[in-house]
């Protein structure tokens, strides 16, 4: 049989498809629109098995909605500012723009050699000026809005890449590019106002039905909506105090209350500025950093003040107030009350000061004896040791009454909290979008004019080791305008700014004006499909939101407040991960299999230990250069394999066995190819039968449903279906019309899986058909059936005949059938029950 050249073959339509720009988006405004994304990379300088999977997914539905009929839109562009090119940029001696388009030209050249149906006319980057000039338009605009502010600000601080992190970029207390531990700075800082856009954030998820539930849960929580209340504690101090409020939502537990705690950023902390005590207090705060995660699993520790609280609910209850660690001053009002017995973390406050724990919730009101001791009880049950509130259920009865009581006497009000912080956007860093703003001599900010833009970066030759190189480019950073000098604000933009708007920047990449076109905005957005890793899910997927919010917060004429329809988080790519006896990891191209066991391939005497299959990282070394494989095996093999297996949103194992079968099995496709071609060219006068036709229509039908509903594993299935029915059923005889027609929409249907494939074949069927085919109905129905025969209401056989058989027919056949006869043995039939197509009861 003759071979698949895959090379070849690939090559050649891949050529073809960038020369006649087959998809480049043509927008006919009267068809219908599918916008497909996934989410775009960041240019490293090559792809991996994640890439691979994310745009093989995301170019499957593309291609089938495009045979559908859709007008589609499938760009890409690149995620190009950040810390690693400008790390990168310092270690190799380069500049960043050199190193990142380098990086975009060979990361570009291999995802072209995987077939996907880009439209590359559109193709973006987020370091080009003509990018960011609009960015910039965007901050000026959502400055005017007053959606973007400036302040001194406590922040986490990357003592490593010496810049700001967004406390989602915290990960257990550390950078999450560095590693290094964060740690509490103070600086001032331009903002976003997402908190603004709270309740619509938190509303909206309701209206996304293609989101899947665990995200939409994820960034619920993130949101945090709290229903509470605003409670005044009475203070005795010698200081002009009088009252501190706090935000609570369990005021049912105040008489459990032992302290009060503040954020040492709260207002009082003026009045201890000068106290060595608490300036050495402060200081061990600032090694804490600025995430609940971070201070959740410090040590908690306190400084205390002089001044006493009240208890609003029992005068006769005084306790101490506490600067604490654990306070942060950016939710409620940075002061809670503490009850030890009912709050792991005011638990462990309470026992290392000795303060009283006063147990006021008990699982059963038939235990009124129960105490907590070293561990916090926070479940449901009844509240006791509260006066007027004993015996009530709490916490669905209890808060209720007790915000009631507190309102009526004036002591507190129901409130509604957010945990969402506004979202810090500077970075101390050179690659990075400026911010168009400038300073004049009295530090006022100043926007910089409409016509100046964009701000660029200035050429720097190399850069120092840390720290900010705009700080240092005295000639960039100092202007003059209108004869006036001013000094340029030398924060650039978080690189998640530039990832919150670009979907609508690929439907107008050319619009120089603006940074979309509005009627192409209408038509395109939002996006049908949007695919991409649910590590996402809190990060860029929230502040897009945002970001829509924002441009469409008072603006009559833009008015999409959701980018996203449709939502698909797939799953990772995993390997085996490798450690010599040293615990170095090990690369798989570092080891080879000897008599089952892996050895080093340069010192076969260590043996390799394995360890757990886990999602491919370059630290753990445990990645597949995804070129070798596509050189090796073929564009095809490779996301057929990526397909199979698993379903998209969950990990799939990577294995070389498991790229070796699906390179065979297009070998094997190619021979149905080889024996169609040959069937054709017999050309028979008439069809033995109409297998085919009904075969055909099965499979479209399975594959449309699976493509439907994103399950593309159980198309690589039904593609192996398929082969052994076809190489079997084509041994008949049939036309070359029925042969080439049915053949066409088998082609079609697995354009989307194989599309190098599939096209050659195509090709060499000399066919131009190209949309996707429709299932006949009346073809699924199979015209053999079986019925069961039961003989007083036994089941005695299964008869295999035709549809809509009759009585008298069927009773025909059972007086005849040898099996049959020796239940009946020539007795009477006193009745026939006959359910049609389905059962005979023949009551003897």
Same mark, same amino acid.
């Given at each position: 049989?003759?071979?698949?050249?895959?090379?070849?073959?690939?090559?050649?339509?891949?050529?073809?498809?960038?020369?006649?720009?087959?998809?480049?988006?043509?927008?006919?405004?009267?068809?219908?629109?599918?916008?497909?994304?996934?989410?775009?990379?960041?240019?490293?300088?090559?792809?991996?098995?994640?890439?691979?999977?994310?745009?093989?997914?995301?170019?499957?539905?593309?291609?089938?909605?495009?045979?559908?009929?859709?007008?589609?839109?499938?760009?890409?562009?690149?995620?190009?500012?950040?810390?690693?090119?400008?790390?990168?940029?310092?270690?190799?001696?380069?500049?960043?723009?050199?190193?990142?388009?380098?990086?975009?030209?060979?990361?570009?050249?291999?995802?072209?050699?995987?077939?996907?149906?880009?439209?590359?006319?559109?193709?973006?980057?987020?370091?080009?000026?003509?990018?960011?000039? &609009?960015?910039?338009?965007?901050?000026?605009?959502?400055?005017?809005?007053?959606?973007?502010?400036?302040?001194?600000? #406590?922040?986490?601080?990357?003592?490593?890449?010496?810049?700001?992190?967004?406390?989602?970029?915290? @990960?257990?207390?550390?950078?999450?590019?560095?590693?290094?531990?964060?740690?509490?700075?103070?600086?001032?800082?331009?903002?976003?106002? @997402?908190?603004?856009?709270?309740?619509?954030?938190?509303?909206?998820?309701?209206?996304?039905?293609?989101?899947?539930?665990?995200?939409?849960?994820?960034?619920?929580?993130?949101?945090?909506?709290?229903?509470?209340?605003?409670?005044?504690?009475?203070?005795?101090?010698?200081?002009?105090?009088?009252?501190?409020?706090?935000?609570?939502?369990?005021?049912?537990?105040?008489?459990?209350?032992?302290?009060?705690?503040?954020?040492?950023?709260?207002?009082?902390?003026?009045?201890?500025?000068?106290?060595?005590?608490?300036?050495?207090?402060?200081?061990?705060?600032?090694?804490?950093?600025?995430?609940?995660?971070?201070?959740?699993?410090?040590?908690?520790?306190?400084?205390?003040?002089?001044?006493?609280?009240?208890?609003?609910?029992?005068?006769?209850?005084?306790?101490?107030?506490?600067?604490?660690?654990?306070?942060?001053?950016?939710?409620?009002?940075?002061?809670?009350?503490?009850?030890?017995? &009912?709050?792991?973390?005011?638990?462990?406050?309470?026992?290392?000061?000795?303060?009283?724990?006063?147990?006021?919730?008990?699982?059963?009101?038939?235990?009124?004896?129960?105490?907590?001791?070293?561990?916090?009880?926070?479940?449901?049950?009844? @509240?006791?040791?509260?006066?007027?509130?004993?015996?009530?259920?709490?916490?669905?009865?209890?808060?209720?009454?007790?915000?009631?009581?507190?309102?009526?006497?004036?002591?507190?009000?129901?409130?509604?909290?957010?945990?969402?912080?506004?979202?810090?956007?500077?970075?101390?860093?050179?690659?990075?979008?400026?911010?168009?703003?400038?300073?004049?001599?009295?530090?006022?900010?100043?926007?910089?004019?409409?016509?100046? =833009?964009?701000?660029?970066?200035?050429?720097?030759?190399?850069?120092?080791?840390?720290?900010?190189?705009?700080?240092?480019?005295?000639?960039?950073?100092?202007?003059?305008?209108?004869?006036?000098?001013?000094?340029?604000?030398?924060?650039?933009?978080?690189?998640?700014?530039?990832?919150?708007?670009?979907?609508?920047?690929?439907?107008?990449?050319?619009?120089?004006?603006?940074?979309?076109?509005?009627?192409?905005?209408?038509?395109?957005?939002?996006?049908?499909?949007?695919?991409?890793?649910?590590? &996402?899910?809190?990060?860029?997927?929230?502040?897009?939101?945002?970001?829509?919010?924002?441009?469409?917060?008072?603006?009559?004429?833009?008015?999409?407040?959701?980018?996203?329809?449709?939502?698909?988080?797939?799953?990772?790519?995993?390997?085996?991960?490798?450690?010599?006896?040293?615990?170095?990891?090990?690369?798989?191209?570092?080891?080879?299999?000897?008599?089952?066991?892996?050895?080093?391939?340069?010192?076969?005497?260590?043996?390799?230990?394995?360890?757990?299959?886990?999602?491919?990282?370059?630290?753990?070394?445990?990645?597949?250069?995804?070129?070798?494989?596509?050189?090796?095996?073929?564009?095809?093999?490779?996301?057929?394999?990526?397909?199979?297996?698993?379903?998209?949103?969950?990990?799939?194992?990577?294995?070389?066995?498991?790229?070796?079968?699906?390179?065979?099995?297009?070998?094997?496709?190619?021979? =149905?190819?080889?024996?169609?071609?040959?069937?054709?060219?017999?050309?028979?006068?008439?069809?033995?039968?109409?297998?085919?036709?009904?075969?055909?229509?099965?499979?479209?039908?399975?594959?449309?449903?699976?493509?439907?509903?994103?399950? #593309?594993?159980?198309?690589?299935?039904?593609?192996?279906?398929?082969?052994?029915?076809?190489?079997?059923?084509?041994?008949?005889?049939?036309?070359?019309?029925?042969?080439?027609?049915?053949?066409?929409?088998?082609?079609?249907?697995?354009?989307?899986?194989?599309?190098?494939?599939?096209?050659?074949?195509?090709?060499?069927?000399?066919?131009?058909?190209?949309?996707?085919?429709?299932?006949?109905?009346?073809? =699924?129905?199979?015209?053999?059936?079986?019925?069961?025969?039961?003989?007083?209401?036994?089941?005695?056989?299964?008869?295999?005949?035709?549809?809509?058989?009759?009585?008298?027919?069927?009773?025909?056949?059972?007086?005849?059938?040898?099996?049959?006869?020796?239940?009946?043995?020539?007795?009477?039939?006193?009745?026939?029950?006959?359910?049609?197509?389905?059962?005979?009861?023949?009551?003897?």
């Amino acid at each position: 049989m003759e071979r698949y050249n895959f090379k070849e073959i690939e090559v050649k339509w891949q050529k073809f498809w960038e020369k006649e720009k087959t998809f480049s988006a043509k927008v006919d405004r009267d068809k219908k629109k599918f916008y497909c994304l996934e989410m775009f990379p960041y240019p490293s300088g090559k792809i991996h098995m994640g890439h691979v999977r994310n745009y093989t997914i995301g170019d499957v539905l593309a291609r089938y909605k495009s045979l559908q009929g859709y007008n589609v839109l499938h760009p890409m562009g690149w995620d190009s500012f950040g810390m690693p090119a400008e790390n990168a940029a310092r270690q190799n001696n380069l500049d960043p723009k050199t190193w990142t388009e380098s990086n975009i030209a060979k990361m570009k050249s291999q995802l072209k050699r995987l077939g996907l149906s880009i439209d590359w006319s559109r193709e973006i980057s987020t370091c080009s000026p003509q990018y960011f000039k &609009h960015q910039q338009q965007f901050f000026l605009e959502l400055y005017d809005k007053g959606l973007v502010y400036r302040k001194e600000e #406590y922040v986490n601080w990357d003592p490593v890449d010496q810049t700001v992190l967004a406390n989602e970029q915290v @990960i257990d207390g550390k950078g999450w590019r560095s590693g290094a531990i964060v740690e509490r700075k103070k600086l001032s800082q331009w903002f976003f106002n @997402i908190k603004k856009f709270s309740e619509n954030l938190l509303e909206n998820l309701n209206t996304l039905d293609k989101w899947p539930n665990k995200v939409k849960i994820m960034q619920k929580n993130w949101i945090g909506k709290s229903f509470g209340c605003e409670v005044g504690f009475k203070i005795e101090s010698e200081k002009n105090i009088s009252e501190i409020k706090c935000f609570t939502t369990r005021p049912d537990t105040l008489f459990g209350l032992s302290f009060l705690a503040l954020s040492v950023d709260h207002p009082l902390a003026k009045y201890y500025e000068e106290d060595k005590e608490f300036i050495n207090f402060k200081k061990k705060c600032s090694t804490t950093g600025t995430t609940e995660e971070s201070i959740a699993n410090a040590e908690k520790i306190g400084f205390k003040t002089d001044l006493t609280a009240i208890n609003p609910l029992n005068e006769n209850i005084k306790v101490p107030v506490y600067f604490a660690n654990f306070v942060l001053m950016d939710y409620g009002l940075g002061a809670v009350f503490g009850c030890p017995a &009912h709050d792991q973390r005011d638990l462990d406050f309470a026992k290392k000061y000795s303060l009283e724990i006063n147990t006021v919730v008990t699982p059963n009101l038939d235990d009124l004896n129960f105490q907590v001791k070293d561990e916090a009880y926070t479940g449901p049950g009844y @509240i006791f040791n509260s006066s007027f509130l004993n015996g009530l259920k709490c916490p669905e009865d209890s808060i209720e009454k007790t915000i009631k009581y507190l309102e009526e006497n004036k002591l507190g009000e129901k409130k509604i909290n957010f945990r969402l912080k506004d979202w810090g956007i500077s970075r101390q860093r050179y690659w990075g979008c400026p911010i168009p703003i400038i300073y004049d001599e009295k530090n006022n900010p100043i926007k910089i004019p409409d016509e100046m =833009l964009p701000v660029e970066l200035p050429a720097i030759e190399k850069l120092d080791p840390s720290g900010n190189p705009l700080d240092k480019a005295n000639n960039w950073k100092n202007i003059t305008i209108n004869n006036k000098k001013y000094i340029r604000e030398t924060d650039t933009l978080d690189t998640f700014v530039d990832s919150s708007w670009y979907f609508l920047r690929f439907c107008s990449p050319e619009n120089n004006e603006y940074g979309f076109d509005i009627d192409d905005v209408n038509y395109w957005m939002p996006v049908d499909q949007y695919i991409g890793g649910v590590e &996402h899910a809190i990060l860029h997927l929230l502040y897009s939101r945002f970001f829509m919010q924002a441009l469409s917060f008072k603006n009559e004429k833009f008015n999409i407040v959701e980018p996203f329809e449709g939502l698909f988080t797939q799953g990772m790519v995993c390997h085996e991960t490798y450690k010599d006896h040293e615990n170095n990891w090990v690369s798989p191209e570092e080891i080879e299999t000897i008599n089952g066991k892996k050895y080093l391939i340069n010192d076969q005497s260590r043996e390799i230990k394995v360890g757990p299959s886990e999602s491919m990282s370059k630290s753990k070394k445990n990645t597949i250069d995804p070129e070798k494989i596509i050189s090796n095996y073929g564009a095809d093999s490779v996301r057929l394999f990526i397909l199979s297996d698993s379903p998209p949103e969950k990990d799939v194992q990577w294995s070389e066995e498991g790229i070796i079968s699906s390179f065979k099995f297009i070998q094997k496709l190619w021979n =149905l190819n080889l024996k169609f071609t040959q069937q054709i060219q017999q050309n028979h006068n008439d069809d033995d039968d109409r297998e085919l036709d009904k075969y055909t229509n099965i499979f479209l039908k399975k594959v449309t449903e699976n493509l439907d509903n994103f399950s #593309y594993n159980k198309i690589v299935a039904n593609l192996h279906e398929m082969y052994s029915s076809l190489f079997k059923q084509i041994d008949k005889k049939y036309t070359k019309k029925t042969l080439i027609n049915n053949f066409e929409k088998i082609l079609i249907a697995i354009n989307p899986i194989i599309p190098h494939f599939s096209s050659e074949c195509m090709r060499l069927l000399k066919s131009e058909k190209m949309s996707w085919p429709k299932y006949d109905k009346n073809q =699924l129905i199979d015209d053999k059936i079986k019925i069961v025969i039961q003989i007083n209401g036994k089941k005695r056989g299964l008869i295999e005949t035709n549809r809509n058989i009759s009585e008298q027919e069927l009773t025909n056949i059972i007086n005849n059938n040898e099996i049959l006869k020796k239940y009946l043995d020539k007795q009477t039939f006193k009745r026939k029950i006959f359910i049609k197509n389905k059962l005979m009861n023949i009551i003897i």
